[in-house]
């Protein structure tokens, strides 16, 4: 079984800033793509942004420019750094990994969850 736990998350103006970090722990042989998504109030869950193993990013487009995703392979962790945060940008943030098992096998994995919420 593979965790994945997420921190960071809190109470922020807008124009703030917020680190996320996410941490996998269990039987990890290796792990392909991580990513977060969101889910606001009423919202569907949307995808943030994804690292591949390569260092390659993605972002969806309301972010790029303020929000930049990094892994340590060593770790086994992702982070989100979050900067000139918009009250939009509120929402319970998820994190996720494709994870191989010692087989070869690839599969997703989902954290709890961490609130981020933007005053304005």
């Known amino acids: 079984q593979v965790q994945l736990v997420e921190s960071g998350g809190g109470l922020v103006q807008a124009g703030g800033s917020l680190r996320l970090s996410c941490a996998a722990s269990g039987i990890i042989f290796s792990i392909n793509d991580m990513g977060w998504y969101r889910q606001g109030p009423g919202k569907q869950r949307e995808l943030v942004a994804t690292?591949?193993?390569?260092?390659?990013?993605n972002y969806r487009d309301s972010v790029k420019g303020r929000f930049t995703i990094s892994r340590d392979n060593a770790k086994n962790t992702v982070y989100l750094q979050m900067n000139s945060l918009k009250p939009e940008d509120t929402a319970v943030y998820y994190c996720n990994a494709n994870v191989n098992n010692v087989k070869g096998y690839g599969m997703d994995y989902w954290g709890k969850g961490t609130l981020v919420t933007v005053s304005s």
């Open positions: 690292i591949i193993g390569s260092g390659s990013t």
